[in-house]
């Protein structure tokens, strides 16, 4: 039934995009339930996004394009949509992703082209915070912040290793999150993309999609799930991503030039960048234990075992920061029968 709508809605649209159905094919699937598809036209290569009404809702998707678009960022424009039955053409900004490039830098050492890259990630990071209203996006509330949270122990504590806490380590859990959560809220609250990682950063004016004075590269994909949340949350996701990861002085680098950044364009960063670096941990390590959960959840739920593969970089990061600041270190206990080994080094603060 699926694709009998897809192909009624296909054929209803051919014409008026120019359209060449005999060049559809898949483009990537998606974490999630959606799926996406590259379909040739007469203006150039267009991508349809497949999304489920049931698992998935488009709208929010078209309304944070909308906003990243008026702030002057390069994302998919919606050419046409079916809300009902979650089809959408949107123009196509190339298969560049600032991922490999990445991965290809590391790999050669070549420190000033990764710095080519994640300059213009920090760059746009700040121009979202700036022009896209908080007030038009649903709030990182202390509901959501725990929801997220509660995926860890779910999913990657009861259904992938088989614990179960005892009253102790239920109280440590509780206090953690009290304290994340505590840790984002008291954050200046601005717009947050909630997954900015290179693997949804597009490398422009390469092999991708156009770029122009008025809106600059990189690409920014999967945004549908922005929110108005803490302003350190994004700037975390990208230093410590789940398919890349960099040694600290790298992180500290890139993590002052943007906190620099952020105060040259009137940002609420903090005025002492160690306690910047404290809330930006902070927020990472919720994200960290969120992403540990979904992982599991992917593998365990949905079948999609690759993830799990990915599941000590993110141990490592969780068990850093717990190490490191007092308040957070009773969370060893409860992830060293996870990493497999005791946390034996760190700075503490």
Not at 129 to 142: E, G, K, Y
């Amino acid at each position: 039934m699926r694709q009998a709508h897809f192909e009624s809605w296909l054929q209803r649209i051919q014409a008026a995009q120019s359209l060449q159905p005999r060049t559809l094919a898949l483009a990537s699937a998606d974490a999630s339930f959606r799926r996406y598809l590259r379909i040739q036209s007469a203006q150039g290569p267009r991508v349809i996004m497949d999304a489920p009404p049931s698992q998935e809702d488009v709208r929010p998707f078209m309304h944070v394009a909308h906003l990243l678009h008026d702030a002057g960022l390069q994302v998919p424009q919606v050419l046409e949509a079916d809300t009902e039955h979650g089809f959408l053409l949107l123009t196509d900004l190339g298969q560049s992703l600032v991922l490999p490039a990445l991965q290809a830098a590391q790999n050669q050492g070549d420190t000033a082209k990764a710095h080519s890259l994640m300059m213009p990630a920090l760059m746009a990071l700040v121009q979202m915070q700036l022009r896209v209203p908080a007030s038009a996006l649903p709030p990182f509330d202390a509901k959501l912040l725990q929801w997220e949270l509660d995926l860890f122990p779910t999913w990657c504590v009861q259904r992938a290793f088989g614990l179960v806490w005892t009253e102790r380590e239920q109280a440590i859990w509780q206090r953690t999150c009290e304290l994340l959560v505590a840790n984002a809220l008291a954050q200046p609250q601005v717009a947050v993309h909630a997954d900015y990682m290179p693997r949804n950063l597009m490398v422009l004016g390469t092999t991708g999609g156009p770029v122009t004075d008025a809106q600059p590269g990189p690409g920014i994909l999967d945004f549908q799930d922005a929110v108005a949340g803490a302003i350190t949350y994004d700037t975390a996701s990208l230093l410590r991503d789940a398919f890349i990861s960099w040694d600290e002085e790298q992180e500290l680098d890139w993590a002052i030039r943007g906190w620099e950044l952020q105060r040259a364009a009137g940002l609420p960063v903090h005025a002492d960048f160690g306690l910047h670096w404290q809330q930006l941990e902070w927020s990472g390590l919720q994200r960290h234990l969120k992403v540990l959960g979904i992982f599991c959840r992917l593998q365990h739920r949905d079948g999609k075992a690759a993830y799990a593969q990915d599941l000590p970089r993110f141990m490592g990061y969780a068990s850093r920061v717990a190490m490191r600041y007092g308040p957070l270190k009773p969370l060893l206990k409860l992830l060293e029968p996870l990493s497999g080994a005791k946390v034996s080094h760190g700075f503490t603060f």
